[in-house]
T-cell receptor, first 113, second 113 residues
Framework: GQQLNQSPQSMFIQEGEDVSMNCTSS?????WLWYKQDPGEGPVLLIA?????ELTSNGRLTAQFGITRKDSFLNISASIPSDVGIYFC?????????????FGKGTKLSVKP | NAGVTQTPKFQVLKTGQSMTLQCAQD?????MYWYRQDPGMGLRLIYY???????DKGEVPNGYNVSRLNKREFSLRLESAAPSQTSVYFC????????????FGPGTRLTVT
């Protein structure tokens, strides 16, 4: 089935650092979304992207819909401890069932020891 | 406004037992979804309901049944639980079938022994 490749799988952050992660697909997507999941909770929607090349911010978070329609990036600026969690990308591709999303496997953000 | 609620939060079943996971949303959304989340696998769609009165299979429907009881409620039933169904189950909803912004409940952690 359709797959999204999300990288990195995990990363350690130090407070104040900028963080980048990305998601790629072998086929064209017409929607990209980014979610964050805290331990024991459901995913929470952070940013939704609907147009190729679109750059959208939500506070310290910025996400971009790649111009090729096959990738998306999420950046977190000046990270703080509460940024720790798992970040998922999700996309909907042309030809997919209406409203059905495909999820990446997540990027786990942890605090540097 | 509670958003998406799920019951129970935790459940332990023996192989062969049956149970129903409940989900309700108070956002007047038309579409509802059931996902399972396994370590390293991201979120996979089990079943969805684009609107009241309709249900369709997702990526991993085997061993499950669903009922869209009314606009608010969407239940997931395991008729004969198997250890492979040990997972965290999330319900989600979106305002319409073409809206890809899905909002998630807190999850049900199910263990089948």
């Amino acid at each position: 089935g359709q797959q999204l490749n999300q990288s990195p799988q995990s990363m350690f952050i130090q407070e104040g650092e900028d963080v980048s992660m990305n998601c790629t697909s072998s086929s064209i997507f017409n929607t990209w979304l980014w979610y964050k999941q805290d331990p024991g909770e459901g995913p929470v929607l952070l940013i939704a992207l609907y147009k190729a090349g679109e750059l959208t911010s939500n506070g310290r978070l910025t996400a971009q819909f790649g111009i090729t329609r096959k990738d998306s990036f999420l950046n977190i600026s000046a990270s703080i401890p509460s940024d720790v969690g798992i970040y998922f990308c999700a996309g909907q591709n042309y030809g997919g069932s209406q409203g059905n999303l495909i999820f990446g496997k997540g990027t786990k953000l942890s605090v540097k020891p | 406004n509670a958003g998406v609620t799920q019951t129970p939060k935790f459940q332990v079943l023996k192989t062969g037992q049956s149970m129903t996971l409940q989900c309700a949303q108070d956002m007047n959304h038309n579409s509802m979804y059931w996902y399972r989340q396994d370590p390293g696998m991201g979120l996979r769609l089990i079943y969805y309901s684009a609107s009241e009165g309709t249900t369709d299979k997702g990526e991993v429907p085997n061993g499950y049944n669903v009922s869209r009881l009314n606009k608010r409620e969407f239940s997931l039933r395991l008729e004969s639980a198997a250890p492979s169904q040990t997972s965290v189950y999330f319900c989600a909803s979106s305002s319409r079938a073409g809206s890809f912004e899905q909002y998630f409940g807190p999850g049900t952690r199910l263990t089948v022994t």
